[in-house]
């Protein structure tokens, strides 16, 4: 959205032209193979004049979303030999950001900020480096205390061989919890604390491995092995927490995940679509007393639509299917981006759910850029904004097997609706503040840090 995709001569009226030469300033970290990957031109291609502006605003838009810069700015010149060369001006971003850890362990800003409670929260070290060694390579350490204690490293290489196709991920780690959500009961999470105690602890690992082989399509394939412990006290609180009440359960985890992005900025699109399809295996019988066997299939939909210069229209479906699971490998709506807008409060767990929401927003105060000069630095000083204004209706409904005596939302339809600012700025940074209202006749004000659809 931010990318400045700019033409600064006139195009030829007819006819072919050939791409002379590109020409790539300011990346001084990321080497260019990493830009060339994005783009929908190369040195030599021979295209249609009238194709050629298509090309360089793809090109710009898909260069943007590698979220390693700032700005990109792509602008032909013509020759008089119907030959264009291609130049290219980036700003790069600010890769290496060894801060303090703050963040909250409620699943939304929202139900935390209902008790203010400053026991849940994590808080640490998380030392990432993003684009490590120029190469869009990912290398983070987390050390986490507070709420959720969790001690690991991960690392991501997105091209491992000559054509730009194989990526390779590992992650490993620790987790412990002295607090843990063991039930949900009216729609609400209940939790059980022990200060002297670890109640949960997990040792995680992952191996994963990506396919890109065109621009907006990716497969994923990962193998993980979980291994937890869980206190005798969580099987008290419910029997079905676990399986068989075990207090170690190790299981191996397969999952495949297949996406086709065209959105035209990922952090807050305005037009394009995006199709995804994620299955995972948790249990594959390949380890001794493994009792874990089951499995969900997820998939999402989402199209974007520019309506007129200000007015823009999104919608997006999301369906879910999953075995009978124990309660601390539950799926339903009320987690991350999955909930009926009005119904952040709570959670509605079951085996299959089907979500659907829509958008339709105002561009407010349209994409501008102000300049901080006492920042010396154009990684921070030139700030990217803008603002929206949208009306938005959700409808959601899960199946479940729990009764409906305990859990009332359950197995009912849920409606949500209201209308919402959007504040959108550089670093990929969405802040939303909505007002709705749901079927129940509950209303309020909500805040969230993603975009919605």
Same mark, same amino acid.
């Given at each position: 959205?931010?990318?400045?995709?700019?033409?600064?001569?006139?195009?030829?009226?007819?006819?072919?032209?050939?791409?002379?030469?590109?020409?790539?300033?300011?990346?001084?970290?990321?080497?260019?193979?990493?830009?060339?990957?994005?783009?929908?031109?190369?040195?030599?291609?021979?295209?249609?004049?009238?194709?050629?502006?298509?090309?360089?605003?793809?090109?710009?838009?898909?260069?943007?979303?590698?979220?390693?810069?700032?700005?990109?700015?792509?602008?032909?010149?013509?020759?008089?030999?119907?030959?264009?060369?291609?130049?290219?001006?980036?700003?790069?971003?600010?890769?290496?950001?060894?801060?303090?850890?703050?963040?909250?362990?409620?699943?939304?800003?929202? +139900?935390?900020?209902?008790?203010?409670?400053?026991?849940?929260?994590?808080?640490?070290?998380?030392?990432?480096?993003?684009?490590?060694?120029?190469?869009?390579?990912?290398?983070?350490?987390?050390?986490?205390?507070?709420?959720?204690?969790?001690?690991?490293?991960?690392?991501?290489?997105?091209?491992?061989?000559?054509?730009?196709?194989?990526?390779?991920?590992?992650?490993?780690?620790?987790?412990?919890?002295?607090?843990?959500?063991?039930?949900?009961?009216?729609?609400?999470?209940?939790?059980?604390?022990?200060?002297?105690?670890?109640?949960?602890?997990?040792?995680?690992? +992952?191996?994963?491995?990506?396919?890109?082989?065109?621009?907006?399509?990716?497969? +994923?394939?990962?193998?993980?092995?979980?291994?937890?412990?869980?206190?005798?006290?969580?099987?008290?609180?419910?029997?079905?927490?676990?399986?068989?009440?075990?207090?170690?359960?190790?299981?191996?985890?397969?999952?495949?995940?297949?996406?086709?992005?065209?959105?035209?900025?990922?952090?807050?699109?305005?037009?394009?679509?995006?199709?995804?399809?994620?299955?995972?295996?948790?249990?594959?019988?390949?380890?001794?007393?493994?009792?874990?066997?089951?499995?969900?299939?997820?998939?999402?939909?989402?199209?974007?639509?520019?309506?007129?210069?200000?007015?823009?229209?999104?919608?997006?479906?999301?369906?879910?299917?999953?075995?009978?699971?124990?309660?601390?490998?539950?799926?339903?709506?009320?987690?991350?981006?999955?909930?009926?807008?009005?119904?952040?409060?709570?959670?509605?767990?079951?085996?299959?759910?089907?979500?659907?929401?829509?958008?339709?927003?105002?561009?407010?105060?349209?994409?501008?850029?102000?300049?901080?000069?006492?920042?010396?630095?154009?990684?921070?000083?030139?700030?990217?904004?803008?603002?929206?204004?949208?009306?938005?209706?959700?409808?959601?409904?899960?199946?479940?097997?729990?009764?409906?005596?305990?859990?009332?939302?359950?197995?009912?339809?849920?409606?949500?609706?209201?209308?919402?600012?959007?504040?959108?700025?550089?670093?990929?940074?969405?802040?939303?503040?909505?007002?709705?209202?749901?079927?129940?006749?509950?209303?309020?004000?909500?805040?969230?840090?993603?975009?919605?659809?």
């Amino acid at each position: 959205m931010f990318a400045n995709k700019s033409i600064n001569n006139e195009l030829p009226d007819s006819g072919m032209i050939v791409v002379h030469k590109i020409i790539i300033e300011g990346n001084k970290i990321t080497k260019d193979y990493i830009v060339l990957r994005e783009l929908l031109l190369k040195e030599g291609d021979t295209l249609l004049n009238k194709d050629l502006s298509e090309r360089i605003k793809k090109s710009s838009e898909n260069v943007m979303n590698t979220s390693l810069f700032n700005f990109v700015t792509i602008m032909p010149e013509f020759d008089n030999k119907n030959g264009v060369k291609i130049n290219i001006k980036l700003i790069e971003r600010w890769y290496v950001w060894p801060i303090p850890e703050f963040n909250l362990a409620d699943r939304n800003f929202n +139900t935390w900020w209902k008790t203010k409670d400053f026991n849940r929260v994590n808080y640490g070290i998380d030392l990432t480096a993003y684009n490590f060694r120029g190469r869009k390579e990912t290398l983070s350490f987390i050390f986490s205390l507070g709420y959720d204690e969790n001690y690991g490293v991960a690392y991501t290489i997105p091209y491992l061989d000559n054509k730009k196709t194989l990526g390779l991920t590992f992650e490993g780690g620790i987790m412990r919890n002295h607090e843990v959500a063991y039930n949900t009961t009216n729609n609400k999470i209940e939790f059980f604390k022990e200060t002297d105690t670890y109640l949960k602890k997990q040792i995680y690992s +992952t191996l994963g491995f990506t396919y890109r082989r065109s621009i907006h399509y990716i497969h +994923t394939l990962n193998l993980s092995y979980f291994n937890y412990y869980f206190a005798d006290t969580l099987f008290n609180l419910n029997k079905d927490y676990s399986i068989n009440k075990n207090t170690f359960t190790g299981f191996l985890s397969l999952s495949y995940h297949f996406k086709i992005d065209y959105r035209d900025y990922r952090p807050y699109p305005l037009k394009g679509s995006y199709f995804d399809i994620k299955y995972i295996k948790n249990g594959m019988g390949l380890l001794n007393n493994e009792e874990i066997n089951t499995y969900s299939i997820e998939s999402s939909i989402r199209k974007y639509w520019k309506l007129n210069q200000r007015f823009y229209f999104a919608s997006g479906l999301t369906l879910m299917h999953s075995s009978e699971s124990p309660y601390f490998l539950n799926y339903g709506l009320g987690y991350g981006r999955d909930f009926v807008r009005s119904y952040e409060y709570y959670v509605i767990n079951g085996q299959s759910f089907g979500l659907l929401k829509t958008n339709i927003k105002y561009n407010l105060i349209p994409p501008k850029v102000k300049k901080i000069n006492l920042v010396k630095t154009e990684k921070f000083n030139t700030i990217p904004y803008a603002f929206y204004v949208n009306l938005f209706a959700d409808a959601g409904y899960v199946k479940s097997k729990a009764s409906e005596l305990i859990n009332p939302l359950n197995n009912q339809l849920l409606l949500g609706g209201g209308i919402g600012l959007d504040f959108v700025t550089y670093y990929d940074k969405v802040i939303r503040i909505e007002y709705s209202i749901n079927k129940k006749g509950e209303s309020g004000v909500f805040i969230h840090f993603m975009t919605s659809i």
